[in-house]
């Protein structure tokens, strides 16, 4: 691979700070490679590339497929249910494709997708992604994570098919207790399986705005017996927003002690919680500000496009980030920073991502913002004007010109 140098870099918050970066076979390194390209960023940001923890490709653009009155997640469920009846392979990479596409011009350089696997779909989902992951791995790292979407226990030959789909190579197993009706079995016979092929654990859980019947105490339970500390994550949880202050936090250290990490979606947890109620109503989000103040390991997501779990979105990483700002009312430089590293370093972290960064030694992902400030970014919702994986260069977004008079 050619070599590059990047000069007249801005790495942080201070304007007259530039920095010079080299690149090598793909890898950020400590000195220039012979014959290399030079990259002059005049000035500008740059940031690693932005992780996606937690995203649907086999189920999204399908909203003109479905029938959404009640904007439930009943509904939302049935109505997949029966749009994924017509799921044929090349179907599911093509729409697949479309949201790849915007997530790379997006400066997402890393990404877990969830495939639901049961015994209607099989392995369509699974074996269409799996191509994408093939076919995109120039501009996206995509890992796998399989999971039964319409049930375990309640689901005969669902678990037969997951087995298949993680001997044939799928990253990460992942589970929907609330499907089942014993949520807290589903969650230790995939504690199980995970144990038996060494993979991590991404459960949707506890998604609605009742604090009773939380089952997180399980997943912490199973955590601490199987010693898979630092590889659980439980996204949603949008019930930890109804806890009392004191109650929250005990679950926050509970969390932290176990290894157990949390990825909230806020334009699906918004758009699904909180419609039975007409006034007051409640925002809905898992509180990552006192979640990660605890030490828990964080992140924001994207879940779904374009379907009746979510009917919009851009695959904009750093629009959640401001989403969930905005709603969360934070707005201070260090608080906005810790929004955008919940979509890159912690997020990052959250997927054990080992070469994550712009130091020597680390994987050359990186895009570059027109932006003063990392905190600017996600309070301006800057879009990348490009971006690099592996030192290769994977789009460029010509910046907007004014014509005045």
Not at 78 to 90: H, I, M, P
Not at 179 to 200: H, K, N, Y
Not at 221 to 235: A, N, P
Not at 354 to 382: H, K, M, N, Q, W
Request: charged share 20%; glycine share 8%; proline share 5%.
């Amino acid at each position: 691979m050619s070599a590059l140098t990047l000069i007249n870099a801005r790495l942080g918050a201070d304007a007259t700070a530039l920095e010079t970066l080299y690149v090598e076979d793909g890898r950020f390194v400590s000195a220039p490679g012979a014959g290399a390209e030079i990259l002059d960023l005049q000035g500008k940001l740059l940031l690693p590339g932005l992780v996606e923890t937690h995203i649907h490709l086999d189920k999204a653009c399908i909203m003109q497929r479905c029938q959404l009155s009640e904007g439930t997640l009943a509904e939302a469920i049935a109505q997949t249910r029966s749009a994924k009846a017509e799921f044929t392979e090349a179907d599911v990479y093509q729409r697949g494709a479309q949201v790849l596409d915007k997530a790379i011009i997006q400066g997402t350089t890393h990404m877990r997708t969830h495939v639901e696997i049961d015994p209607q779909i099989g392995l369509t989902g699974f074996n269409a992604v799996r191509r994408l992951q093939a076919d995109y791995a120039w501009a996206i790292s995509l890992e796998i994570c399989v999971f039964p979407q319409e049930g375990l226990l309640n689901n005969p030959g669902t678990e037969a098919l997951l087995c298949e789909a993680l001997a044939l190579g799928a990253e990460v197993l992942g589970g929907c207790p609330y499907t089942d009706a014993a949520p807290d079995a589903q969650i230790r016979r995939l504690f199980e399986l995970a144990v038996a092929f060494d993979r991590d654990l991404d459960f949707h859980l506890d998604f609605d705005l009742n604090p009773e019947g939380m089952t997180i105490g399980e997943v912490i339970r199973c955590t601490h017996q199987h010693g898979w500390g630092g590889r659980v994550t439980i996204g949603h949880v949008t019930k930890l927003s109804t806890l009392p202050r004191e109650t929250l936090l005990a679950v926050a250290q509970s969390l932290a002690e176990a290894g157990v990490q949390v990825t909230c979606l806020p334009s699906t947890d918004l758009f699904l919680t909180g419609r039975e109620h007409f006034h007051n109503r409640p925002r809905g989000l898992a509180p990552l500000q006192h979640l990660h103040a605890c030490g828990v390991t964080c992140s924001l997501s994207t879940n779904n496009i374009g379907n009746p779990f979510t009917p919009y979105g851009d695959a904009s990483l750093v629009r959640q980030a401001n989403l969930f700002a905005n709603v969360s009312q934070l707005a201070t430089e260090a608080e906005l920073l810790r929004c955008l590293s919940w979509v890159s370093s912690e997020s990052a972290r959250l997927l054990r991502l080992p070469d994550y960064g712009l130091t020597p030694g680390c994987r050359a992902d990186f895009i570059v913002f027109d932006a003063p400030s990392p905190a600017a970014v996600v309070a301006e919702i800057s879009p990348p004007l490009m971006g690099y994986k592996a030192g290769r260069k994977t789009f460029e977004r010509a910046q907007a010109r004014l014509f005045k008079p």
